[in-house]
């Protein structure tokens, strides 16, 4: 069984991710692809806006119903500095036979040289890298053990991010169909990112 991880802060999950996940998922072959909410994001300075708790509601509204998609609390469970690393070595003991895929948008990719362990990380999985809007993928910049291990894929860009929403509910504009109905519903109706 081929699994895509999709991690991220999704401080909130918008549509962004959820047309990164159905390109990749698509272009991949992967039977599932695996949402994970990080507990705290090692290379983000400070802490998330929402809780944890709240992040993980939403990624759970965002796949309900999606026959591919699936929410993991395993980081969050796990607490503290969410490295990759750990999360897969974990996947792979709870979960053996599955082949793993990480999903990865330019900006995090252009930074994967500085990722902990991360040779060893090329190791026990492939990736699926996608542009984003202001993200070109910088190929220089990539380790040379990535090469092998790394696909491009092309993926309709949507210029969208967690802080543009979170600035777009503290001026007051709206977020509706930036992110998922039920996700937006669960903002507006616990005051997220108001102030
Ligand atoms: N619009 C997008 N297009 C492609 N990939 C994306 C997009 N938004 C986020 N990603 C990717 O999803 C993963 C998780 O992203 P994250 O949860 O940090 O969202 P973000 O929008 O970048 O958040 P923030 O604006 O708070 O930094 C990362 O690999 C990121 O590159
Ligand atoms: O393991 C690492 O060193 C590492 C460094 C940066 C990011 N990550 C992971 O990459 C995913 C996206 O990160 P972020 O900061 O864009 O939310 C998320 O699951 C992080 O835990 C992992």
Redesign the pocket.
């Known amino acids: 069984m081929q699994v895509g991880i999709m991690?991220?802060?999704?401080d909130p999950i918008h549509i962004g991710h959820m047309v990164a996940a159905e390109t990749a998922r698509e272009a991949g072959g992967l039977d599932e692809v695996w949402f994970?909410p990080?507990a705290m994001?090692?290379?983000?300075n400070g802490e998330p806006s929402a809780s944890g708790e709240q992040r993980l509601e939403m990624v759970y509204r965002a796949v309900d119903f999606q026959p591919y998609f699936r929410a993991m609390d395993i980081?969050l469970e796990r607490g503290g500095v969410?490295?990759?690393?750990d999360?897969v070595r974990e996947l792979q003991a709870l979960y053996p036979g599955r082949a793993f895929t990480y999903i990865?948008?330019a900006?995090?990719l252009n930074?994967l040289g500085?990722?902990?362990r991360?040779e060893e990380?090329a190791e026990l999985v492939s990736f699926i890298g996608l542009e984003r809007p202001g993200h070109l993928i910088d190929a220089a910049s990539l380790p040379s053990f990535i090469s092998g291990k790394l696909r491009i894929v092309q993926m309709p860009q949507l210029d969208v991010s967690s802080t543009d929403i979170r600035g777009r509910r503290a001026a007051g504009r709206s977020i509706r169909f930036l992110v998922p109905d039920k996700v937006y519903s669960f903002i507006i109706r616990n005051h997220l990112y108001e102030t």
């Not at 969410?82 to 690393?85: A, C, K, L, V, W």
């Open positions: 991690g991220g802060t999704f994970i990080s994001p090692p290379l983000k980081e969410s490295y990759s690393i999360t990865i948008g900006d995090r930074d500085s990722w902990r991360v990380l």
